[in-house]
């Protein structure tokens, strides 16, 4: 149980472009939703929460408009790269939790955004 | 969440146990150790989590000293398929911070 499905997996756009990736919850209800970008040999960061039915909480330094996060079910988030540059270029994983799991969160297999 | 720190990288023999050290020393009482992994290109695969106790299960047990300053995963038999990037996190809300992680290269 508790499976995440990100998709795609691979995409490559034109700068300029946006690029929507999708991340669901297959077997269970996810309230919260987290989206991480990963950098080559670099660490997950955290880009956002997002809260079904409500607005997503970006961290630090993540701009909310170029970074736009829907949450409009409890199964599906999507996270769509506006304007898309070529240090956009980055591996998205998106995370998923039901309120009152204990194992904590389930991750996606994670998005690689190539932007030429 | 505590800071924690892992080293950045260690070897081990297949077949034998892996013993992977995580330094939380600043960790406070309500925040749990979780430990992920992340194999190449893929998304952090959770292993196993604790509070206080010692925790095991079918991948790994999770070693928490008394007072909770550090703690020890133990993969018990590494495969192959275990080499990836190990992460200690400490966490007491509803986010998860990643550290660097530790590189963890088992070898034939």
């Known amino acids: 149980g508790a499976v995440v499905s990100q998709h795609p997996s691979r995409v490559i756009c034109k700068s300029g472009t946006s690029v929507k990736i999708e991340c669901r919850s297959l077997?269970?209800?996810?309230?919260?939703m987290f989206w991480y970008r990963q950098f080559p040999k670099q660490s997950l960061m955290l880009m956002a929460t997002?809260?079904?039915?409500?607005?997503?909480?970006?961290e630090q330094g993540v701009e909310k408009d170029k970074f736009l996060i829907n949450h409009a079910s409890l199964t599906l988030s999507t996270l769509t790269v506006t304007s898309a540059h070529p240090e956009d270029s980055s591996f998205y994983i998106c995370?998923?939790?039901?309120?009152?799991?204990?194992?904590?969160?389930?991750f996606g297999s994670g998005t690689r955004l190539t932007v030429v | 969440d505590a800071k924690t720190t892992q080293p950045p990288s260690m070897d081990c023999a297949e077949g034998r146990a892996a013993n992977l050290p995580c330094n939380h020393s600043?960790?406070?009482?309500?925040?749990?150790v979780y430990w992920y992994r992340q194999i190449h290109s893929q998304g952090p695969q959770y292993i196993i989590h604790?509070?206080?106790n010692n925790e095991t299960n079918e991948m790994a047990s999770l070693i928490i000293t008394e007072d909770r300053k550090s703690s020890t995963l133990i993969l018990p038999h590494a495969t192959l398929r275990d080499t990836a990037v190990y992460y200690c996190?400490?966490?007491?809300?509803?986010?998860?911070?990643f550290g660097a992680g530790t590189t963890v290269t088992v070898r034939a």
């Open positions: 077997d269970f209800q996810a309230t919260t």
């Open positions: 600043t960790i406070s009482g309500n925040e749990y």
């Open positions: 996190i400490a966490r007491n809300d509803y986010k998860l911070s």
């Open positions: 995370s998923a939790s039901a309120s009152g799991r204990e194992k904590g969160y389930t």
């Open positions: 604790g509070l206080k």
């Open positions: 997002s809260n079904e039915g409500s607005k997503a909480t970006y």
